[in-house]
């Protein structure tokens, strides 16, 4: 009998401790998991699409399939422009035997990658996150970083200053002890961060290298396109450590990393790790003036991990 | 809101006459479906293995992903090899609204295949139906072939025989005017039938390409995979007219054909047509005596041409 969990019914019983705990479990026997390339069936104009990203954990003898669709109209309707479906079959038996809304797992799953490489990364007495960027990726950028991080304060730059507003009203209402403050510049936000999460889809840098302070960490999970450019390729060769959250997935998909491995800037191979590594090894930053950079465009191996996650809670 | 529907809800209300129609119908728009290449992920020895077949008519705006799962060892404990879900999802707003249990609907589209193949290439008068194979493919071969030929007599062939019987009996309960023998003489069977239909999983030819009488056809959806050869490749350049229902996927998968190309008893380029020629141009057999082969072994659009076609009439 196939069991379906609505994205209300996750969000309210699998959190951010959940995910990061999973994804980070999912990385001590990776070599149990096997994920095939992710499909890709244009629908449409320019980014419309379906996308399928399938993969097995034949420890837990638990497959997953995400199913996505790009609908880069619907925002102007008040729909998502990501609607996706996960759905888990037994390996053992082989049934299927769930179908988990994907939506919000895949932002908690891309908000836990972040607080994954910022807890590993950033300085450990971090308090102020910068955020750039106040979309629908957000949110779970938000609670990554406070799951790691005694984060007290909270700047956020938005294009539009009116969704930074609304969003600070959100985080509030959840945690109204933070300071939360919106700047409509940039430079200000990212001199005074300690954890700077970018979040946009833009094809430009959002901030300038030159500015980064000594001790920053930097998320980067908007880009997952080679068009897309959000953080300023010029910091890569000025970072102590550089890591991406799937090398294989960071060659066909990060614009900035894309760039400037073309231009020379920043090669390919200069990327010292992937957060596997960091994680299985609780390798931390060194020194407190350490400019580190994590770069994250997702992978089906992530979704598996919080969707069986999810799947073994709701069926406890 | 996720739609859910059962196998025994798909079989109650989607019939064999439904299928016929609505694969020809998706052959008379081709150009307007996608597929991508099959994904397989093995997940343990021989055949065990999930496989993703998505596929997109931008016609109808909807789109579907078959995920079956194949466990050589479930008939062991009474279970099925093969256990497919197929989700179907709207392209206009993005959203995926219903998984369909897809065993059913994979039996279902492989009998119409059958007998869209039988409505162009067999005697219209053909009113013997042997079938070889009484396995878990072969009622809806049975019901392919009915619904499209005048068949008063079925004779049946089985490795096992006592499950030949068992098949009679089905048939019987179903059509109890139909004449129905069981065999253990494939020779007979061979050079009696009008219609010839195999479905098995064997590596070795199951009739003798000399017993073939003129004026019969011959379906073969057995074998999907390079080892399995269950028609004699001598049959092909003996016949007539040789079709199959997707030459990229028989270039793959049909252990006869790519047996026969490799040795040059017939190559790739003898195949006549595709089975959608047949349909679009109302293509039949040319005299009494022609002996045809159709060979099949499945595409991602007939699964969309019925997902599609069932969800469509279950929301009627």
Chains 1, 2 share one sequence.
Not at 159 to 175: M, P
Not at 210 to 215: L, Y
Not at 230 to 240: H, L, Q, T
Request: glycine residues 6%; proline residues 4%; charged residues 25%.
């Amino acid at each position: 009998m196939m069991q379906v969990f609505s994205e209300a019914l996750v969000e309210e019983n699998y959190k951010m401790s959940d995910a990061i705990r999973d994804i980070e479990k999912a990385f001590s026997h990776l070599e149990d998991i096997q994920q095939a390339p992710r499909t890709v069936i244009p629908t449409g104009e320019g980014a419309k699409a379906m996308l399928y990203m399938p993969c097995v954990d034949l420890k837990q003898q638990l497959g997953t399939v995400k199913i996505t669709s790009i609908t880069p109209d619907n925002p102007k309707s008040g729909k998502p422009t990501t609607q996706a479906q996960i759905v888990i079959s037994n390996l053992k038996n082989g049934e299927h035997e769930a179908i988990i809304d994907g939506s919000y797992l895949t932002r908690l799953r891309t908000g836990a990658l972040s607080g994954i490489a910022s807890k590993y990364m950033s300085k450990p007495d971090a308090r102020i996150l910068g955020m750039i960027g106040t979309g629908g990726m957000a949110y779970e950028q938000f609670l990554g970083n406070l799951e790691v991080r005694p984060i007290d304060k909270v700047i956020l730059y938005n294009r539009t200053t009116k969704k930074a507003e609304s969003f600070k009203q959100r985080i509030l209402k959840a945690y109204p002890n933070l300071e939360v403050t919106v700047t409509d510049d940039v430079v200000e936000l990212v001199k005074k961060s300690d954890i700077i999460n970018c979040q946009t889809p833009s094809n430009e840098p959002v901030f300038n290298a030159e500015d980064i302070q000594p001790g920053t960490h930097i998320n980067g999970i908007g880009s997952y396109q080679p068009s897309m450019k959000e953080i300023d390729y010029k910091i890569f060769p000025k970072a102590d450590w550089v890591v991406v959250d799937d090398l294989e997935g960071v060659k066909e998909e990060s614009g900035e990393l894309i760039k400037a491995n073309e231009n020379g800037t920043f090669t390919f191979e200069e990327i010292d790790d992937e957060l596997k590594t960091l994680s299985i090894n609780n390798q931390k930053r060194e020194n407190e003036d350490a400019i580190t950079v994590f770069k994250c465009v997702g992978a089906a191996y992530f979704d598996l991990a919080v969707a069986v996650g999810a799947y073994q809670k709701l069926n406890d």
